[in-house]
């Protein structure tokens, strides 16, 4: 899907997350106790610098406009940043290398991404100025992942 300039790096980071959701997915199913718990153990060593990294430059950039704004680009940023925290606290009881969360986990990490790309990137590319997209990519870029 084509993206403007100032979103490319976001997308991109969105590309490893579905690479995670389908992983936490295909571990889970296969219901392998030490594979969950290996892969639980990965998602908390990367969480804080990567993931929330992420979310954090989102909530910075993207939800701190769409939080002033009226209608769908609005809803969409406020339940993102909620997709957010429910993703704080999900991987923050992960600990135990539970399959059950651990599949929790990579359902709402595709979904929630697969909403960013799908329905509110499209919107901050239309509605969105030309600076406030330019801070988008500017704030990106000041914590690379």
């Known amino acids: 899907m084509k993206r403007s300039p100032e979103l490319t790096p976001l997308s991109r980071e969105h590309h490893q997350s579905l690479r995670l959701a389908n ?9 392998d106790k030490e594979k969950c718990i290996a892969l639980c153990r990965h998602i908390l060593s990367i969480f804080d610098e990567e993931l929330d990294r992420h979310f954090h430059n989102e909530e910075a950039s993207i939800c701190s406009v769409t939080a002033a704004m009226q209608g769908k680009i609005h ?15 999900m991987a923050a009881g992960m600990q135990q290398g539970d399959c059950d969360k651990l599949a929790a986990f990579g359902r709402l990490l595709k979904d929630h991404t697969r909403l960013e790309e799908r329905e509110l990137f499209p919107l901050v590319e239309e ?16 914590s690379p992942g």
């Open 23 to 31: 992983h936490c997915l295909h571990t889970a199913a296969a219901s």
């Open 75 to 89: 809803n969409l940023g406020a339940q993102l940043v909620q997709e957010h925290e429910k993703m704080r606290t």
């Open 127 to 142: 509605q969105f100025s030309s600076r406030q997209l330019e801070q988008v990519k500017k704030q990106s870029l000041a």
